[in-house]
């Protein structure tokens, strides 16, 4: 776990009864943004998450899911998405913890590259991926969203 994460939170692969609590977390850190836009993690549904089940990482920190990544290999890198922490548990290193463990994953399984895609309007979300070495590739095909990639050179 990176410095400031509760030694007590550990990262883990989503089992079957994280359905749920990956919904609510999803819920609880995208639903604030729906004002602004229709944020897609909301649209996961009990039996997408199911289904895909083998693609999430969990932090779970007293017995509790308190943040989640989505995380999988493309044709030619290796993404994640829906990133999220339930607003209460912000700001005690668990998104980071996240990011590293796909990092890690992304570089163990021989891909050059990690990508995400992020809504150009959530500055601090950029921020967030910058100061941890992702560098603007292009503008993604949504056309709210730009594309960031981490050279996974020096993670190997």
Not at 8 to 21: F, I, K, L, N, S
Not at 50 to 55: D, K, V
Not at 91 to 105: D, P, Y
Request: aromatic share 10%; glycine share 6%; with cysteine.
């Amino acid at each position: 776990m990176p410095r400031g994460v509760d030694s007590a939170a550990v990262v883990q692969p989503a089992a079957p009864g994280d359905v749920r609590p990956i919904l609510s977390v999803l819920s609880a850190a995208y639903s604030p943004f729906t004002g602004e836009f229709e944020p897609s993690a909301l649209r996961e549904t009990p039996a997408s998450v199911a289904r895909r089940l083998e693609s999430w990482l969990v932090i779970r920190d007293a017995g509790r899911v308190r943040s989640c990544v989505r995380h999988f290999p493309e044709e030619d890198c290796y993404t994640f998405c829906f990133l999220a922490t339930r607003p209460a548990d912000q700001r005690r290193g668990f998104a980071s913890a996240l990011v590293a463990a796909v990092t890690e994953k992304a570089a163990r399984t021989g891909h050059d590259e990690l990508l995400i895609a992020v809504r150009r309007t959530l500055r601090s979300n950029v921020g967030f991926f910058t100061r941890r070495g992702f560098r603007y590739v292009a503008p993604f095909h949504t056309g709210d969203h730009d594309l960031y990639r981490l050279d996974l050179g020096a993670h190997r």
